[in-house]
């Protein structure tokens, strides 16, 4: 590969400032990637291929719904690479032990296209599923708003919101977050934060877009700060935000407008009712050992779940579990994985207890990146994870059991 070798003394060497600084010199991080670490088992769905990344992807029952992303649609050698608008729907029903017991690759159901191609989002609500943003090129973003609802036959189909005249609509952006937003008195929200939008121009959160899911119609509310100094989340893109069981959201990491690493945490808590409503952001404890950017992040029991994305090592953990770092490894002993799996780039989302039968896990689809001097890499088979071993609750063997049509990594 390339790289840059630089000599310094002197004065110069005083000015050197190492890149990932924060990354490097935290004893604290360090310890909680390593050490005593809880174990979980990575099993490998071969009947699920997303050859994607930059995509997004929810759970709208019993479907898995994927949408955007550069790859392929479902055979990664047989496809010319290259940006995906479509929406593709898989069955889980269909992917169970007892309907696919030879774990055959299940076709994908296209619902329709979504123009921006590239880091959009995907916020469920009810049965319906809005998907917002991405970019149709590198200096291309897009406000695009298309919704996801069922068929009268119970299949996914996407519909594109064209905005109407003289109405509020959030900026074009990618790489942002969107997350369902409870309010008392109001309809179900989606609330988008952050991004880049334009010439790589870092978006902030103090500024807030809801979009009201019973009108379709954006409100823009300006977030306040609860702290005592009045310190506020950076503008940041890249970093990820969950909803909480009470209503609140979360949001950790990301870049900031130097492109340095975060890791830093923020609770966005509401108050009053639709007409009174008011946001304001809180400091907490961040989930995170060590600054991170391009992750998932999953609220499940209490605990937040963070997969995949770069911190800026060559250590990354692939999950990390309330702040702290999930050794990964196969279920059967001297088994080898020969189907290299990149955690960045990917999308995941839970599949909860009493789903469709499957036990409650992480289900990590998609993922991997582009290299001047190796190619393009696309993960192709998805991978599961069960959430039991991750939060300490039961066996790696308990959580598995039932779930025969994967092959463990």
């Excluded at 001297?334 to 290299?340: A, G, Q, S």
Aim: with cysteine.
């Amino acid at each position: 590969h390339y790289f840059c070798l630089a000599a310094l003394s002197g004065r110069c060497a005083d000015a050197f400032v190492p890149i990932w600084a924060a990354a490097e010199n935290c004893d604290e991080a360090e310890a909680r990637c390593s050490g005593n670490l809880r174990t979980a088992v990575v099993s490998r769905v071969p009947s699920l291929r997303v050859p994607r990344f930059g995509l997004a992807s929810a759970i709208l029952h019993p479907w898995i719904i994927v949408c955007g992303g550069h790859g392929t649609t479902c055979d990664a050698k047989a496809e010319t690479h290259g940006r995906q608008p479509s929406l593709i729907c898989y069955n889980l029903d269909s992917l169970r032990p007892t309907r696919n017991s030879l774990g055959q690759v299940c076709p994908p159901q296209e619902a329709g296209q979504h123009a921006a191609a590239m880091y959009c989002s995907i916020a469920t609500v009810g049965e319906r599923g809005f998907v917002f943003g991405g970019r149709m090129g590198p200096s291309c973003p897009s406000a695009a708003l298309s919704i996801v609802s069922m068929s009268e036959k119970k299949q996914p189909q996407l519909l594109p919101h064209d905005a109407s005249q003289g109405c509020a609509w959030p900026p074009a952006r990618w790489r942002h977050s969107a997350t369902s937003l409870r309010v008392e008195g109001a309809a179900p929200l989606v609330l988008v934060l952050g991004g880049l939008s334009g010439v790589c121009q870092v978006l902030n959160l103090q500024d807030a877009w809801l979009l009201h899911t019973d009108t379709l119609t954006w409100q823009s509310i300006a977030v306040s700060s609860a702290e005592a100094d009045g310190s506020m989340p950076s503008p940041r893109h890249s970093h990820a935000a969950t909803a909480l069981s009470d209503g609140k959201v979360i949001v950790c990491g990301g870049l900031n407008a130097d492109e340095q690493l975060l890791d830093d945490a923020w609770l966005l808590e509401s108050s009053g009712d639709s007409v009174t409503m008011k946001l304001t952001w809180r400091r907490v404890s961040s989930p995170l050992p060590r600054p991170r950017y391009g992750h998932q992040l999953h609220a499940w029991q209490g605990h937040l779940v963070v997969v995949g994305g770069i911190d800026g090592t060559y250590t990354t953990p692939e999950i990390c579990v309330d702040g702290s770092a999930v050794s990964l490894k196969s279920a059967a002993a001297n088994e080898e994985d020969k189907d290299l799996f990149m955690w960045h780039n990917a999308s995941s989302a839970i599949l909860s207890e009493g789903e469709w039968r499957w036990k409650p896990s992480l289900l990590i689809v998609g993922g991997g990146g582009n290299c001047f001097s190796f190619g393009t890499h696309l993960n192709r088979d998805a991978r599961l994870v069960p959430l039991g071993p991750l939060l300490g609750q039961s066996s790696a063997t308990e959580c598995c059991a039932g779930i025969k049509d994967c092959t463990c990594m």
